[in-house]
């Protein structure tokens, strides 16, 4: 019998672009008992509490990302990729109005998320984490070859499924199978449409991606209106970091 699981990432607190990929994946025939989260509910968007309260009311599996651990247990930093001292303002600026803007109810939601979790299905094992088997700041980007060798010595599962990078793909490494199921609330790869990843196994194993539009602007238009640097709307608007 064929399943099929809807994977979603880094929503980062875009609410509008949360609601339209789970209408979506109720519209393709998918529960959300067969719905799992790989993490960053929060950071750089408007609504993080909205966020959460969704999760929490369509009762969503959620793994812990990075910025819902630094906002969960108040950390100095989300544990991003930090490449200059722009970036450093920029993620100073993010953490700390996300962190003052999420409730204690919700920073607790948060503390309690799990780093990675296994499933299992028609007998294949499946790794949920956000960033990697070694950490959840961990980047494993589509053409880094040696660091999913390196997972693949190291996993026991049949296929991994995270996120973190925001870029998807999915491709095959020494018999396991890589899954990044990209980005809900704030994609990287040109396309401003949010993203998620619908996996079917059955005999054969098939992933894929769908691209759901939503109303980029208006998130826009709030971020320029709070304390959040209007860079990060931009960022919604182009489907990618400058």
């Avoid at 999913?148 to 190291?154: A, K, N």
Wanted: glycine letters at 8%.
């Amino acid at each position: 019998m064929v399943r099929r699981m809807a994977f979603i990432s880094d929503i980062h607190g875009n609410i509008e672009a949360l609601r339209a990929v789970l209408n979506d994946i109720e519209e393709k025939g998918i529960s959300t008992k067969d719905t799992y989260c790989l993490g960053d509910l929060v950071g750089y968007g408007p609504r993080p509490n909205e966020v959460i309260e969704c999760m929490k009311e369509k009762e969503i599996q959620c793994i812990l990302g990075n910025y819902d651990e630094a906002v969960g247990f108040f950390l100095p930093t989300c544990g991003c990729s930090i490449g200059s001292e722009i970036d450093r303002i920029r993620t100073k600026n993010s953490l700390s109005w996300t962190t003052e803007h999420t409730s204690d109810e919700n920073k607790q939601f948060l503390r309690e998320l799990e780093e990675q979790i296994t499933v299992e299905v028609n007998g294949i094992t499946i790794l949920l984490t956000h960033g990697s088997p070694f950490s959840i700041n961990d980047y494993v980007f589509e053409d880094d070859i040696e660091k999913q060798q390196d997972i693949v010595s190291e996993i026991v599962e049949d296929i991994i499924v995270f996120g973190h990078t925001h870029f998807p793909y999915y491709r095959e490494v020494e018999g396991k199978l890589f899954i990044n199921a990209g980005s809900v609330g704030r994609p990287k790869d040109g396309d401003n449409r949010a993203c998620y990843c619908i996996l079917e196994v059955d005999q054969d194993i098939t992933a894929n991606f769908f691209r759901v539009s939503y109303d980029v602007e208006a998130v826009a238009r709030e971020i320029e209106d709070s304390e959040l640097f209007d860079e990060f709307a931009d960022v919604l608007r182009n489907g990618k970091v400058d």
